[in-house]
């Protein structure tokens, strides 16, 4: 049996530029991503299947809506003969989050596959492959921390993060990724403003990156929290919290995170938030 994470991912920023002709959003988002997350088995050898359990599992969605499957079939009629199996999902993040659950999942299915059939994660069948199950899936291939461009086909290099204490809050709402971007209003070709997304190197340290984030927003936050107000809450929640540096919402919602001096400082806010709101995601982790 073969086993990988499926790390949350976490949009630190995400600008978005315009709307291109072919409909998808142009964006800039530097991602990052968490310890906390997924965990998927593969069996190789077996019937292509896909088993799911977890905190999380009776909203992941089963059959042939599933990521992993979608990913693993469409592998398989790139590759003829593509060793396949039996998956097994421990699905622990929370869906339609904004942290690319689904993505993140399908993502772990290709790097198991890979391993399975003595594929390089680099071969350009898994990258197309990649992008064609969904916009996030390309960057989760790694899962290391790096800006995102375009529709999320355009990938900068790896960038070294300073360690980064993270709470991450979900309020139990799932919010849709559609209506949100929606709300922008933004037709095919339009372009939109907003200062430009700050250049991020290589190895910031912590206040070089602290200081370009600040420069930075979500786009997406007004619109998700329009459908969902609780949002707010959590914000607010995370910015009053001692220690907070940044507070942002990730994605399309409803996952907000909040980077924090150290790591007692994020476990202590965590502590408090999960005894104020027993029904809410919260998890602490250093993001990379």
Known sequence: MLTTRAPAKINLTLHVRGRRQDGYHDL????????????????????????????TSSAAGAGDDNLVLRAARTLAEEIKGLRLGRFRLEKRLPVAAGVGGGSSDAAAALRLLAKANDLALDDPRIRAVAS??????????EARARMMRGAGESLGAPIELPPLPVALINPGVPVATAPVFAALGLQPGASRGGAAHVEIGVEPSAAELLAALAKCRNDLEDAACLQAPVIVDALAILRAARGCRLARMSGSGATCFALFATRRDA????????????GWWVKTALLR
């Open 267 to 278: 476990v202590r806010a965590a502590r408090v938030i999960r005894a104020q709101h027993p």
């Open 28 to 55: 800039e988002s530097l991602v990052a991503f968490s310890g906390a997350g997924d965990k998927l088995s593969l069996t190789p050898g077996e019937a292509l299947s896909l088993d799911i359990w977890g905190p």
């Open 132 to 141: 064609s199950v969904g916009s996030d899936v390309p960057v989760c291939l």
